[in-house]
């Protein structure tokens, strides 16, 4: 059996920090323990670790994690598994942010004296930022954060202006007739400061 040992605390932010195995094998080196380290990845995974995280809780390179990986097909199905059930609980809680809802709370209220627990209905609305994260991960084409516009084509804008100029007339500097100011008086009623 091999024997467990407390890792070493390094420093943050280093890169070549010497790592202590959680578990070393009678040679002195990291050793695969089936027991240990499945039921660790399943619980780091869960709380969102990656796999360079994963690697140095266990006190080893990500190069060996991905060959025990390999080597053991019950540890990668562990991992698989763990960060799939994590993602798959954050979209659902992202996709419930993402909408309208309605909810049942309720409010504690005196009447006649003693304290009840009245239920009412609340509509929560939707986070607008919850909505693209989701937008994003389910079509990054299409709503992705990093994703870059076409260019502008300003030839063809100018055309598409000049032709809606052509169909309503360009009113900004076209006169209006009295009898048009009077329709648009009675729309709109009379101006709020008079000039």
């Given at each position: 059996m091999a024997k467990r040992?407390?890792?070493?605390?390094?420093?943050?932010?280093t890169k070549n920090i010497?790592?202590?195995p959680l578990v070393v094998g009678a040679n002195g080196k990291p050793a695969y323990d089936s027991d240990f380290h499945i039921v660790a990845a399943r619980r780091q995974c869960l709380l969102g670790a990656s796999d360079a995280e994963l690697a140095a809780d266990f006190g080893v390179g990500v190069s060996t994690l991905?060959?025990?990986?390999?080597q053991f097909p019950e540890l990668d199905k562990a991992i698989r598994h763990a960060k799939r059930l994590a993602d798959g609980v954050i979209a659902e809680s992202l996709y419930e942010a993402a909408q309208q809802r309605v909810v049942t709370q309720e409010k504690v209220v005196v009447i006649d004296g003693a304290a009840q627990a009245v239920p009412y209905r609340e509509t929560v609305l939707q986070?607008?930022?919850a909505a693209r994260h989701?937008?994003?991960?389910?079509?990054?084409e299409r709503w992705g954060l990093n994703r870059t516009e076409a260019p502008r084509d300003h030839e063809n804008?100018?055309?598409?202006?000049?032709?809606?100029?052509a169909l309503i007339g360009d009113v900004s500097v076209?006169?209006?007739?009295?009898?048009?100011?009077?329709?648009?008086?009675?729309?709109?009623?009379?101006?709020?400061v008079s000039g």
């Open positions: 040992k407390t890792p070493a605390t390094g420093r943050a932010g010497r790592r202590t991905y060959a025990w990986r390999r986070d607008v930022t989701w937008l994003a991960a389910r079509n990054p804008e100018e055309r598409q202006l000049a032709a809606v100029r076209r006169k209006t007739s009295s009898s048009e100011d009077a329709a648009v008086r009675a729309l709109i009623g009379p101006p709020l």
